[in-house]
């Protein structure tokens, strides 16, 4: 299959590019061949690109700044994604659209279903959740994958912090009363290349997607706070022998944080459609986290 993937700078992007590309022609334009901040553009280089599969894990993921620059990040999150599922649906192609655990509320303490209310609490959530509906509406056969908080050994994020904070200060404050699953990039990447494995035709990945009915949550299995996600890793690292200063990490709530952006307080999202429409069970966050620092650390 030939298949379209954007944002392969990205975590999400870049674990795909590989995983993808074991099994078929990867097309990973960059930002400047395929900028989604310009949707109007978009159907003339699908036209020239001519893709069997549309894989869309790109998107505008700067949570503070969507709040300064929300008509950017509704470009990009909803503009672009309306613009590849219309070519995608003219053209019969499927598409695998990327989506987050911000589109909901996060009241109450039961994982997410996917057929669960919407109602997100940031711009960024909003032009996330404008992006689904306009995938949905669009005709296109598709798969929205809802993931949370993603990490990886390679680009910026909540791992990268702790690893530097654990070398630089004795005591870590962080914030106990969000709770979610921890999920590696590298995961994700290993899953999706297991659901689109076995369905090398167009007409069959339709059928996988409507077994899903167009709508899938996917991140690692059990959860935790992001309290409990920083002192794994400060256990880790410690376990592996590596130098850091940090002694203890003290749970603190969101509010004494004062973020600007409201975070949902759960995450957790259900992951039993993706064991009952694709077989797919996930490692647990900790096993996943455990390899993730076998990079980390081996590349120190
Ligand atoms: N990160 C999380 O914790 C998280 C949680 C839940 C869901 N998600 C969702 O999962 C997906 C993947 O997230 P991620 O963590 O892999 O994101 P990421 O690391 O921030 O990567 C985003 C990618 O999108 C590209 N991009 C941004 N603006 C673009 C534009 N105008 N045109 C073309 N490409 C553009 C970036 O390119 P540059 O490198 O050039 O900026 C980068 O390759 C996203 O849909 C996100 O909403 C992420």
Redesign the pocket.
């Known amino acids: 299959m030939r298949i379209l993937l954007?944002?392969?700078?990205?975590?999400?992007?870049?674990?795909l590019l590989p995983r993808l590309g074991e099994n078929h022609d990867v097309l990973a334009p960059?930002?400047d061949q395929?900028?989604?901040?310009?949707p109007e553009c978009l159907a003339a280089e699908l036209d020239r690109l001519r893709p069997d599969l549309i894989v869309?894990?790109?998107?505008?993921?700067?949570v503070e700044r969507a709040e300064d620059e929300p008509d950017?990040a509704f470009?990009?999150?909803a503009g672009?994604p309306q613009a590849m599922a219309r070519w995608a649906a003219r053209h019969d192609v499927p598409l695998i659209?990327?989506?987050?655990?911000?589109v909901f509320d996060g009241s109450g303490e039961a994982p997410w279903r996917e057929d669960d209310a919407c109602n997100p609490l940031s711009a960024?959530g909003r032009s996330?959740w404008e992006g689904e509906k306009a995938v949905q509406t669009s005709g296109a056969s598709h798969l929205i994958i809802?993931?949370?908080?993603?990490?990886?050994a390679g680009?910026s994020?909540?791992l990268q912090t702790i690893n530097r904070l654990a070398y630089e200060r004795e005591e870590l404050q962080v914030v106990a009363d969000q709770f979610g699953a921890p999920?590696s990039?590298a995961s994700i990447g290993q899953a999706v290349a297991t659901i689109i494995a076995e369905h090398p035709s167009q007409r069959e990945l339709a059928k996988l997607f409507a077994r899903a009915r167009g709508v899938v949550h996917l991140t690692n299995s059990g959860s935790t706070s992001w309290h409990g996600f920083a002192s794994a890793i400060v256990e880790a690292l410690r376990t592996r022998g590596m130098p850091i200063k940090a002694k203890s990490t003290r749970p603190m709530a969101a509010c004494e944080y004062r973020a600007r952006v409201a975070r949902p307080a759960n995450s957790r999202l259900d992951l039993t459609r993706l064991r009952e429409a694709f077989g797919v069970v996930m490692p647990s966050w900790q096993e996943a986290l455990e390899s993730e620092l076998d990079l980390l650390c081996g590349a120190k």
């Open positions: 954007t944002g392969r700078s990205g975590q999400v992007g870049g674990a960059s930002r395929f900028d989604l901040g310009r869309n894990p790109a998107a505008f993921t700067a950017l470009t990009v999150n672009a659209h990327f989506s987050t655990d911000y960024y996330k809802r993931t949370s908080w993603v990490y990886s680009r994020n909540f999920t990039a």
